[in-house]
Each structure stands twice: as structure tokens, then as C-alpha cells.
């Protein structure tokens, strides 16, 4: 369907010159009451519109006979009108219409061709255009939405298909691959195979966590996050974690920092998903920080009457890495989404890191956020609401070694 223009709007009313007398205007609007705008016209083109409105509270007042009767009617014809070209669109019209006059009232204008007076412009006929338009745009957007959402369900569910299909072989690639780096069926001739062994085995599992996390992620967006929830101390399972990473840390050459207050209560969350949590914004600090940098893991308490801002319990990493410009930090804990340089290029990843932790910390009621700046470093909060803190339970505490 072809969109309206100025043409499909125009209303034919005979035009009047402007040396035309009141009086003969006068008697007109007289003899046709259903004229509401006369334009003036001059050598085809429209110079002015006279208004019934005005036009007769002026002429039918005192005197207003005879002081305009035979006067041309240019002298009270509206001279600030709109002339719009046939060929316009209505959305176009209908901004120039709101603006023309500044009062963002709607009035008749006048329509040409070529320059030429064409005809009035219904304003009435417009508005009705304009809400046409508005309603057929928003069953096309809700129709547009509507086919989103099917396509990003269509693909969540081939991400959780072919995650699944993908898990297995290579369940059992890194299976083989791990009797063989250890020897459990004797040596490997010729010893250089087993360097190849290696590649395999940690390719393997490099491949399965970056699988893992689509298929996390492919969870989360169709909404099915399910928590096993238990008591327990965040800070053993941060000890955990930090002794799995620090190889990668020492690789790194990079210091670590623990910063936590005594007496930490428990909580009770889902002990593998803060697990993650602590894993994801540990690597990524070591992935982004140069050698040399410093790494800290903090874990608090904090209470809004004592000046924090917030109220729960707060894990924090902070690094004194690459830092995240301003206008990406958001943009960052969007799925897919990596901070982009010559230091980050070299740096593999499906860019889930941050979105899944963001999506773990909110499934328990909490809030995650980064505070960064470019060049200096960054800090990542999780901060769990009051609720999960548990303050009467004995939960013994793990030895870390």
C-alpha cells in the first residue's frame, strides 16, 4: 500500500484573488456554510487563506461592513500558512504542521503542484492519517516482536541441542585423550606423541568450557535457571577456586591479593553457581591484566547505615588490568560482548564470561556491576541481597590447602 501524500489529503475549495472585495468573500462563506478556508490566490499561486473563523469576527463587528466592505480581502487574509507539495508525505506534513505556527496547534494548509495552488490540506483528514499510521506500525512492530521472540526461542533451543550433541564425543575425546597423558595403558611410542596427547586433552577441555557456557547461557534465556541451594562459607569456596587458578596466575606473573573480614557469616545460595561466579571474574582479571599487575579478591559485609550504599554481602575483584571505556561497560555484560584491542585480540572466548555472571548473581536475588577505567583497571561486585546471609547456623569450615 502506497503511503499518503499531500495530493490524497487535498480538498478542492475555488480560490479567491486577492483584489477580490470582503464584501463578495463575505456573502460567500455566507451562501456556503460548510466553507471553512478560502485560500487566496495569486497567478496560480497561493499567497494567503482566509479563515471563516476570523474572517467573520472581524468583518460582522461594529463598522466592520464598512470599513472592510470594499476593501480587497488580502487585508485580512492569514498570511503566515503552510504550503506543502502534493508529492509530501503525511509524515512530513504533520511535522511541519506542529511546528509551523510554534503553538503545535493544527491548521488547514495549503497544497500546490509544481507551485501551482492545488487545493486545501484537511487537517482533520491528516490526523486521522497520522493515527492510521500508528496503529498499522504497531501491529508491524508487535508482529516484528512477536517473530523475534519465536527466532531467539528457535535458536536457544538449537544452542541447548547442539551443546548436547557436542558434549558427548567430546566427553569422550578428552576421556582417551586423558588415559594417554597418563600412561594407564604403559608408553606412548614415540614420547613425542604424548606433546600431541597434551594439545588434545587441553584443547578438549578449553573446547568443552566454551560449550558449557553456551549451553548455560541458552538455559538462562529460555528461563530455566534452577538453583541447588546450600549453607556454606563464600570464602572456602573462594580459597577454592584461587588454588585452581594459581597456575594461571603464577603463568600470568601477576600478584594476589585476599582481602576479607573476620568472622564472615555463611550464606545460603547455590554453592557451584558462586563458584562460577568467583571463577568468571577471577580469569577474566588474569586474562585482562599485563604481567606485573595485581589481582585482589575481597569478600564483606556491608550495611547501608554504615555508609557502603548497599546492604548484602559483597564479592569484589579488582584488578589493575586494561580497564573497559566508559561507554562499553555496559555493553560488556551484554552475551558476546569483549572489550576489543591489540592486548584483548590475543585473548579467546565467547564473550559469555560476564553475562553469565551477571545472570547467576540476579537469579539470587542480587546485583552485579563493574566499576572501570581505562588503562587502571577494573572492579567487579556481586553483591548478594541480606536474605542469603545467614547469621545462627554452624557450618563447619573446609580446610583449602
Known amino acids: 500500500m502506497t503511503p499518503p501524500t499531500a495530493r490524497d489529503l487535498a480538498i478542492q475549495v475555488m480560490p479567491v484573488s486577492p483584489e477580490a472585495t470582503c464584501a463578495a468573500v463575505f456573502n460567500r462563506l455566507l451562501s456556503d456554510p460548510e466553507t471553512r478556508h478560502i485560500p487566496v490566490v495569486w497567478n496560480g499561486r497561493p499567497i494567503g487563506l482566509i479563515s471563516r473563523k476570523n474572517f467573520l469576527l472581524t468583518y460582522v463587528r461594529m463598522y466592520g461592513a464598512e470599513l472592510y466592505g470594499r476593501r480587497p480581502v488580502e487585508e485580512l487574509m492569514e498570511r503566515d500558512i503552510l504550503i506543502v507539495d502534493a508529492k509530501t508525505s503525511c509524515e ?20 500546490t503542484d509544481g507551485g501551482i495552488y492545488a487545493g486545501i490540506g484537511n487537517a482533520e483528514k491528516l490526523m486521522m492519517v497520522m493515527a492510521d499510521l500508528a496503529t498499522a506500525r504497531a501491529a508491524a512492530l508487535e508482529e516484528q516482536t512477536r517473530r523475534a521472540e519465536a527466532a531467539n526461542a528457535s535458536k536457544t533451543q538449537f544452542l541447548a541441542s547442539m551443546s548436547h550433541e557436542l558434549r558427548t564425543p567430546l566427553n569422550a575425546i578428552i576421556g582417551f585423550a586423558d588415559l594417554m597423558r597418563l600412561k594407564t595403558m604403559g608408553e606412548m611410542h614415540p614420547p613425542r606423541y604424548g606433546e600431541y596427547i597434551e594439545d588434545i586433552h587441553r584443547s578438549g577441555v578449553h573446547l568443552l568450557n566454551m560449550i558449557n557456557e553456551l549451553l548455560d547461557m541458552a538455559k538462562i534465556e529460555s528461563g530455566h535457571v534452577e538453583l541447588c541451594e546450600t549453607i556454606f562459607h563464600p570464602m572456602d569456596v ?32 547455590d554453592q557451584q553457581q558462586i563458584r562460577r561466579v568467583l571463577i568468571n571474574l577471577l580469569s577474566n582479571a588474569i586474562k585482562y591484566t599485563p604481567a606485573g599487575g595485581t589481582v585482589t579478591l575481597a569478600v564483606c559485609v556491608c550495611a547501608e547505615d554504615e555508609g557502603c550504599g548497599v546492604e548484602g554481602m559483597l564479592l569484589t575483584v579488582e584488578d589493575t588490568g586494561i580497564g573497559i571505556p566508559a561507554e562499553k561497560i555496559e555493553k560488556v555484560l551484554e552475551p558476546f560482548e569483549q572489550v576489543e584491542n591489540s592486548f584483548t585480540r590475543t585473548r579467546a572466548g565467547t564473550g559469555l564470561g560476564l553475562a553469565l555472571t551477571k ?12 566499576e572501570s577505567e581505562l588503562g587502571k583497571g577494573t572492579k567487579a561486585h556481586a553483591l548478594l ?14 580446610r583449602v590447602v
Open 92 to 111: 512530513a506534513i504533520n511535522a511541519r504542521a506542529r511546528n509551523a505556527f510554534g503553538d503545535g496547534r493544527m491548521r488547514p494548509f495549503v497544497v
Open 238 to 269: 573462594g580459597l577454592e577456586v584461587v588454588r585452581m587458578l594459581r597456575q594461571s596466575i603464577a603463568n600470568a606473573k601477576l600478584q594476589l591479593h585476599i582481602d576479607v573480614v573476620d568472622g564472615l557469616p555463611p550464606i545460603h545460595a
Open 385 to 398: 541481597p541480606v536474605s542469603r546471609i545467614v547469621h545462627d547456623a554452624e557450618v563447619p569450615r573446609k
Open 359 to 370: 545472570a547467576m548473581v540476579e537469579a539470587h536475588g542480587g546485583r552485579f556491576w563493574l
